[in-house]
């Protein structure tokens, strides 16, 4: 089987379809011999921040020298790139090699879309033999594939806010129960202080699990941000300059927390990070189309967010508020997923924004152009709406508008597909 092919049989299995539990997940992996039980891990769950948090402790670990495995979801470029070890994806020839022998396993194709690339990434940790897998869910916790992993070193959970709210619950107490569902008996739980109606749940299960739950009170607050290159630098809690390569009014939060889940791995598990090391990994961490900025040698600048939820829009528009470009008459290029609360995330974009393309994508799960105009025209009366049937189509109305700035958000899909439209036109990430 070409990998062409194994990929094919893999989208056969329809990302978009959710069917949570660990019976099959469970069953699946004992036929391979548990390879989830071969490796130690740091389990991530949250409404949103789970991805930068989990990739701050990766690039973290893998400064100071460890050999580490990163499970992500969901990808930009191809699911090649959820299965890391020591930063590197999966080569072509192990995803191929193990894809097969895992359908192979599920000749009845039982194992979900998820399930599949979870069964591949343990299977390759296990084969790697990493000193540490960083392990993000893929919704909610309870019931999500990875939660297999049985006593890992932490458990951290970085936000809870409304999203899935047909699988999580509809109320904040109730998402939290679900992402609570992550923490095992007497491991220790790190979060930052979040509403009470989410601690509640997550105090509530810790409690009962004996699991020693560890709130991060206080963020890294930013000193000063070079919107160009895409860093920030952070102060310390012991008043020395931090640079972190990503950008974003929530990173200070999501920073504080992976140091404090560094700090302990330092001090009660046999992980040793310095301080240095930790730093280092902070400068060096990459996590692509989390408020990124890339521009044209003309001087236009295109701004990239997978803000995909209420939470996650709030997050991208007060970081857009800082920035320089807040000034600028912006083409806004929105897509979402028909099953998120679009209204309430374009409520939380900048009540000044005046020019939106809403845009339908190819993924199964896209809301229509028409149904994403229609709500964008009645939450912004005073903006000009267009509809896209693609995004070639809303950056030829960019492109045709002569403004010098541009925004993409609402799924990282639809980032993705910019990324690489406008990188074939010269578009470059600022950072040397």
């Known amino acids: 089987m070409t990998l062409e092919k194994s990929l094919q049989a893999l989208e056969e299995r329809q990302e978009h379809k959710i069917v949570p ?16 039980k071969d490796f130690r891990s740091i389990h991530v769950a949250g409404t949103n921040g789970k991805g930068s948090t ?27 790139e959820r299965i890391r070890v020591g930063g590197e994806w999966i080569s072509e ?6 894809l097969e ?20 990434a343990f299977q390759y940790f296990s084969e790697k033999k990493i000193d540490a897998a960083i392990v993000e869910t893929g919704l909610g916790g309870r019931l999500d594939a990875t939660n297999v992993i049985e006593k890992p070193l932490a458990s951290v959970i970085t936000s809870i806010d409304f999203d899935h709210t047909n699988w999580l619950g509809n109320t904040l107490q109730e998402i939290a129960r679900e992402k ?62 931090a640079k972190l390569n990503l950008l974003g009014t929530c990173q200070g939060r999501n920073v504080a927390l992976a140091w404090a889940v560094l700090s302990y791995l330092n001090r009660n598990q046999d992980l040793k990070i310095s301080h240095a090391d930790a730093l280092n990994g902070l400068a060096l961490v990459s996590w692509p189309g989390r408020f990124e900025v890339i521009k044209s040698s003309e001087g236009k600048t295109a701004i990239l967010d997978g803000a995909h939820n209420p939470e996650a829009m709030r997050n991208f528009s007060k970081t857009w508020a800082q920035s320089p470009w807040a000034q600028t008459e912006a083409l806004w290029i929105i897509g979402m997923m028909r099953d ?12 000044e924004t005046r020019s939106i393309v809403a845009v339908s994508s190819l993924h199964p799960r896209a809301a229509r152009s028409a149904d994403l105009a229609k709500i964008a025209r009645e939450i912004f009366p005073l903006a000009r709406v267009w509809e896209a049937n693609n995004l070639e189509r809303g950056l030829d109305i960019w492109q045709n508008q002569e403004r010098e700035t541009l925004v993409v958000c609402g799924s990282l899909y639809l980032v993705d597909s910019a990324r690489r439209y406008l990188a074939k036109r010269g578009f470059k990430n600022g950072k040397k």
């Open 101 to 120: 022998k895992t359908l192979h396993l599920d000749p009845e194709k039982k194992l979900t879309y998820f399930e599949i690339l979870t069964s591949l």
């Open 340 to 351: 998120k609360d679009i209204s309430s995330s374009l409520k939380s974009l900048p009540q």
């Open 93 to 98: 020839e192990d995803f191929k090699r193990l």
């Open 21 to 36: 539990g660990l019976d099959r997940i469970s069953r699946h992996l004992s036929l391979l011999g548990d390879p989830h």
């Open 180 to 241: 609570a569902g992550i923490i095992k008996k007497g491991c220790a739980v790190f979060c930052p202080r979040l509403p009470e109606a989410s601690m509640s749940s997550i105090q509530e299960k810790a409690q009962s699990l004996g699991a020693p739950l560890n709130v991060i009170e206080t963020s890294w607050p930013v000193k000063k941000t070079d919107w160009e290159q895409n860093i920030q630098i952070l102060e310390t809690p012991w008043g020395k300059e």
């Open 54 to 80: 989990c990739a701050i402790l990766e690039s973290a670990l893998r400064a100071a020298g460890y050999k580490t495995g990163f499970y992500l979801s969901p990808h930009l470029q191809s699911p090649r």
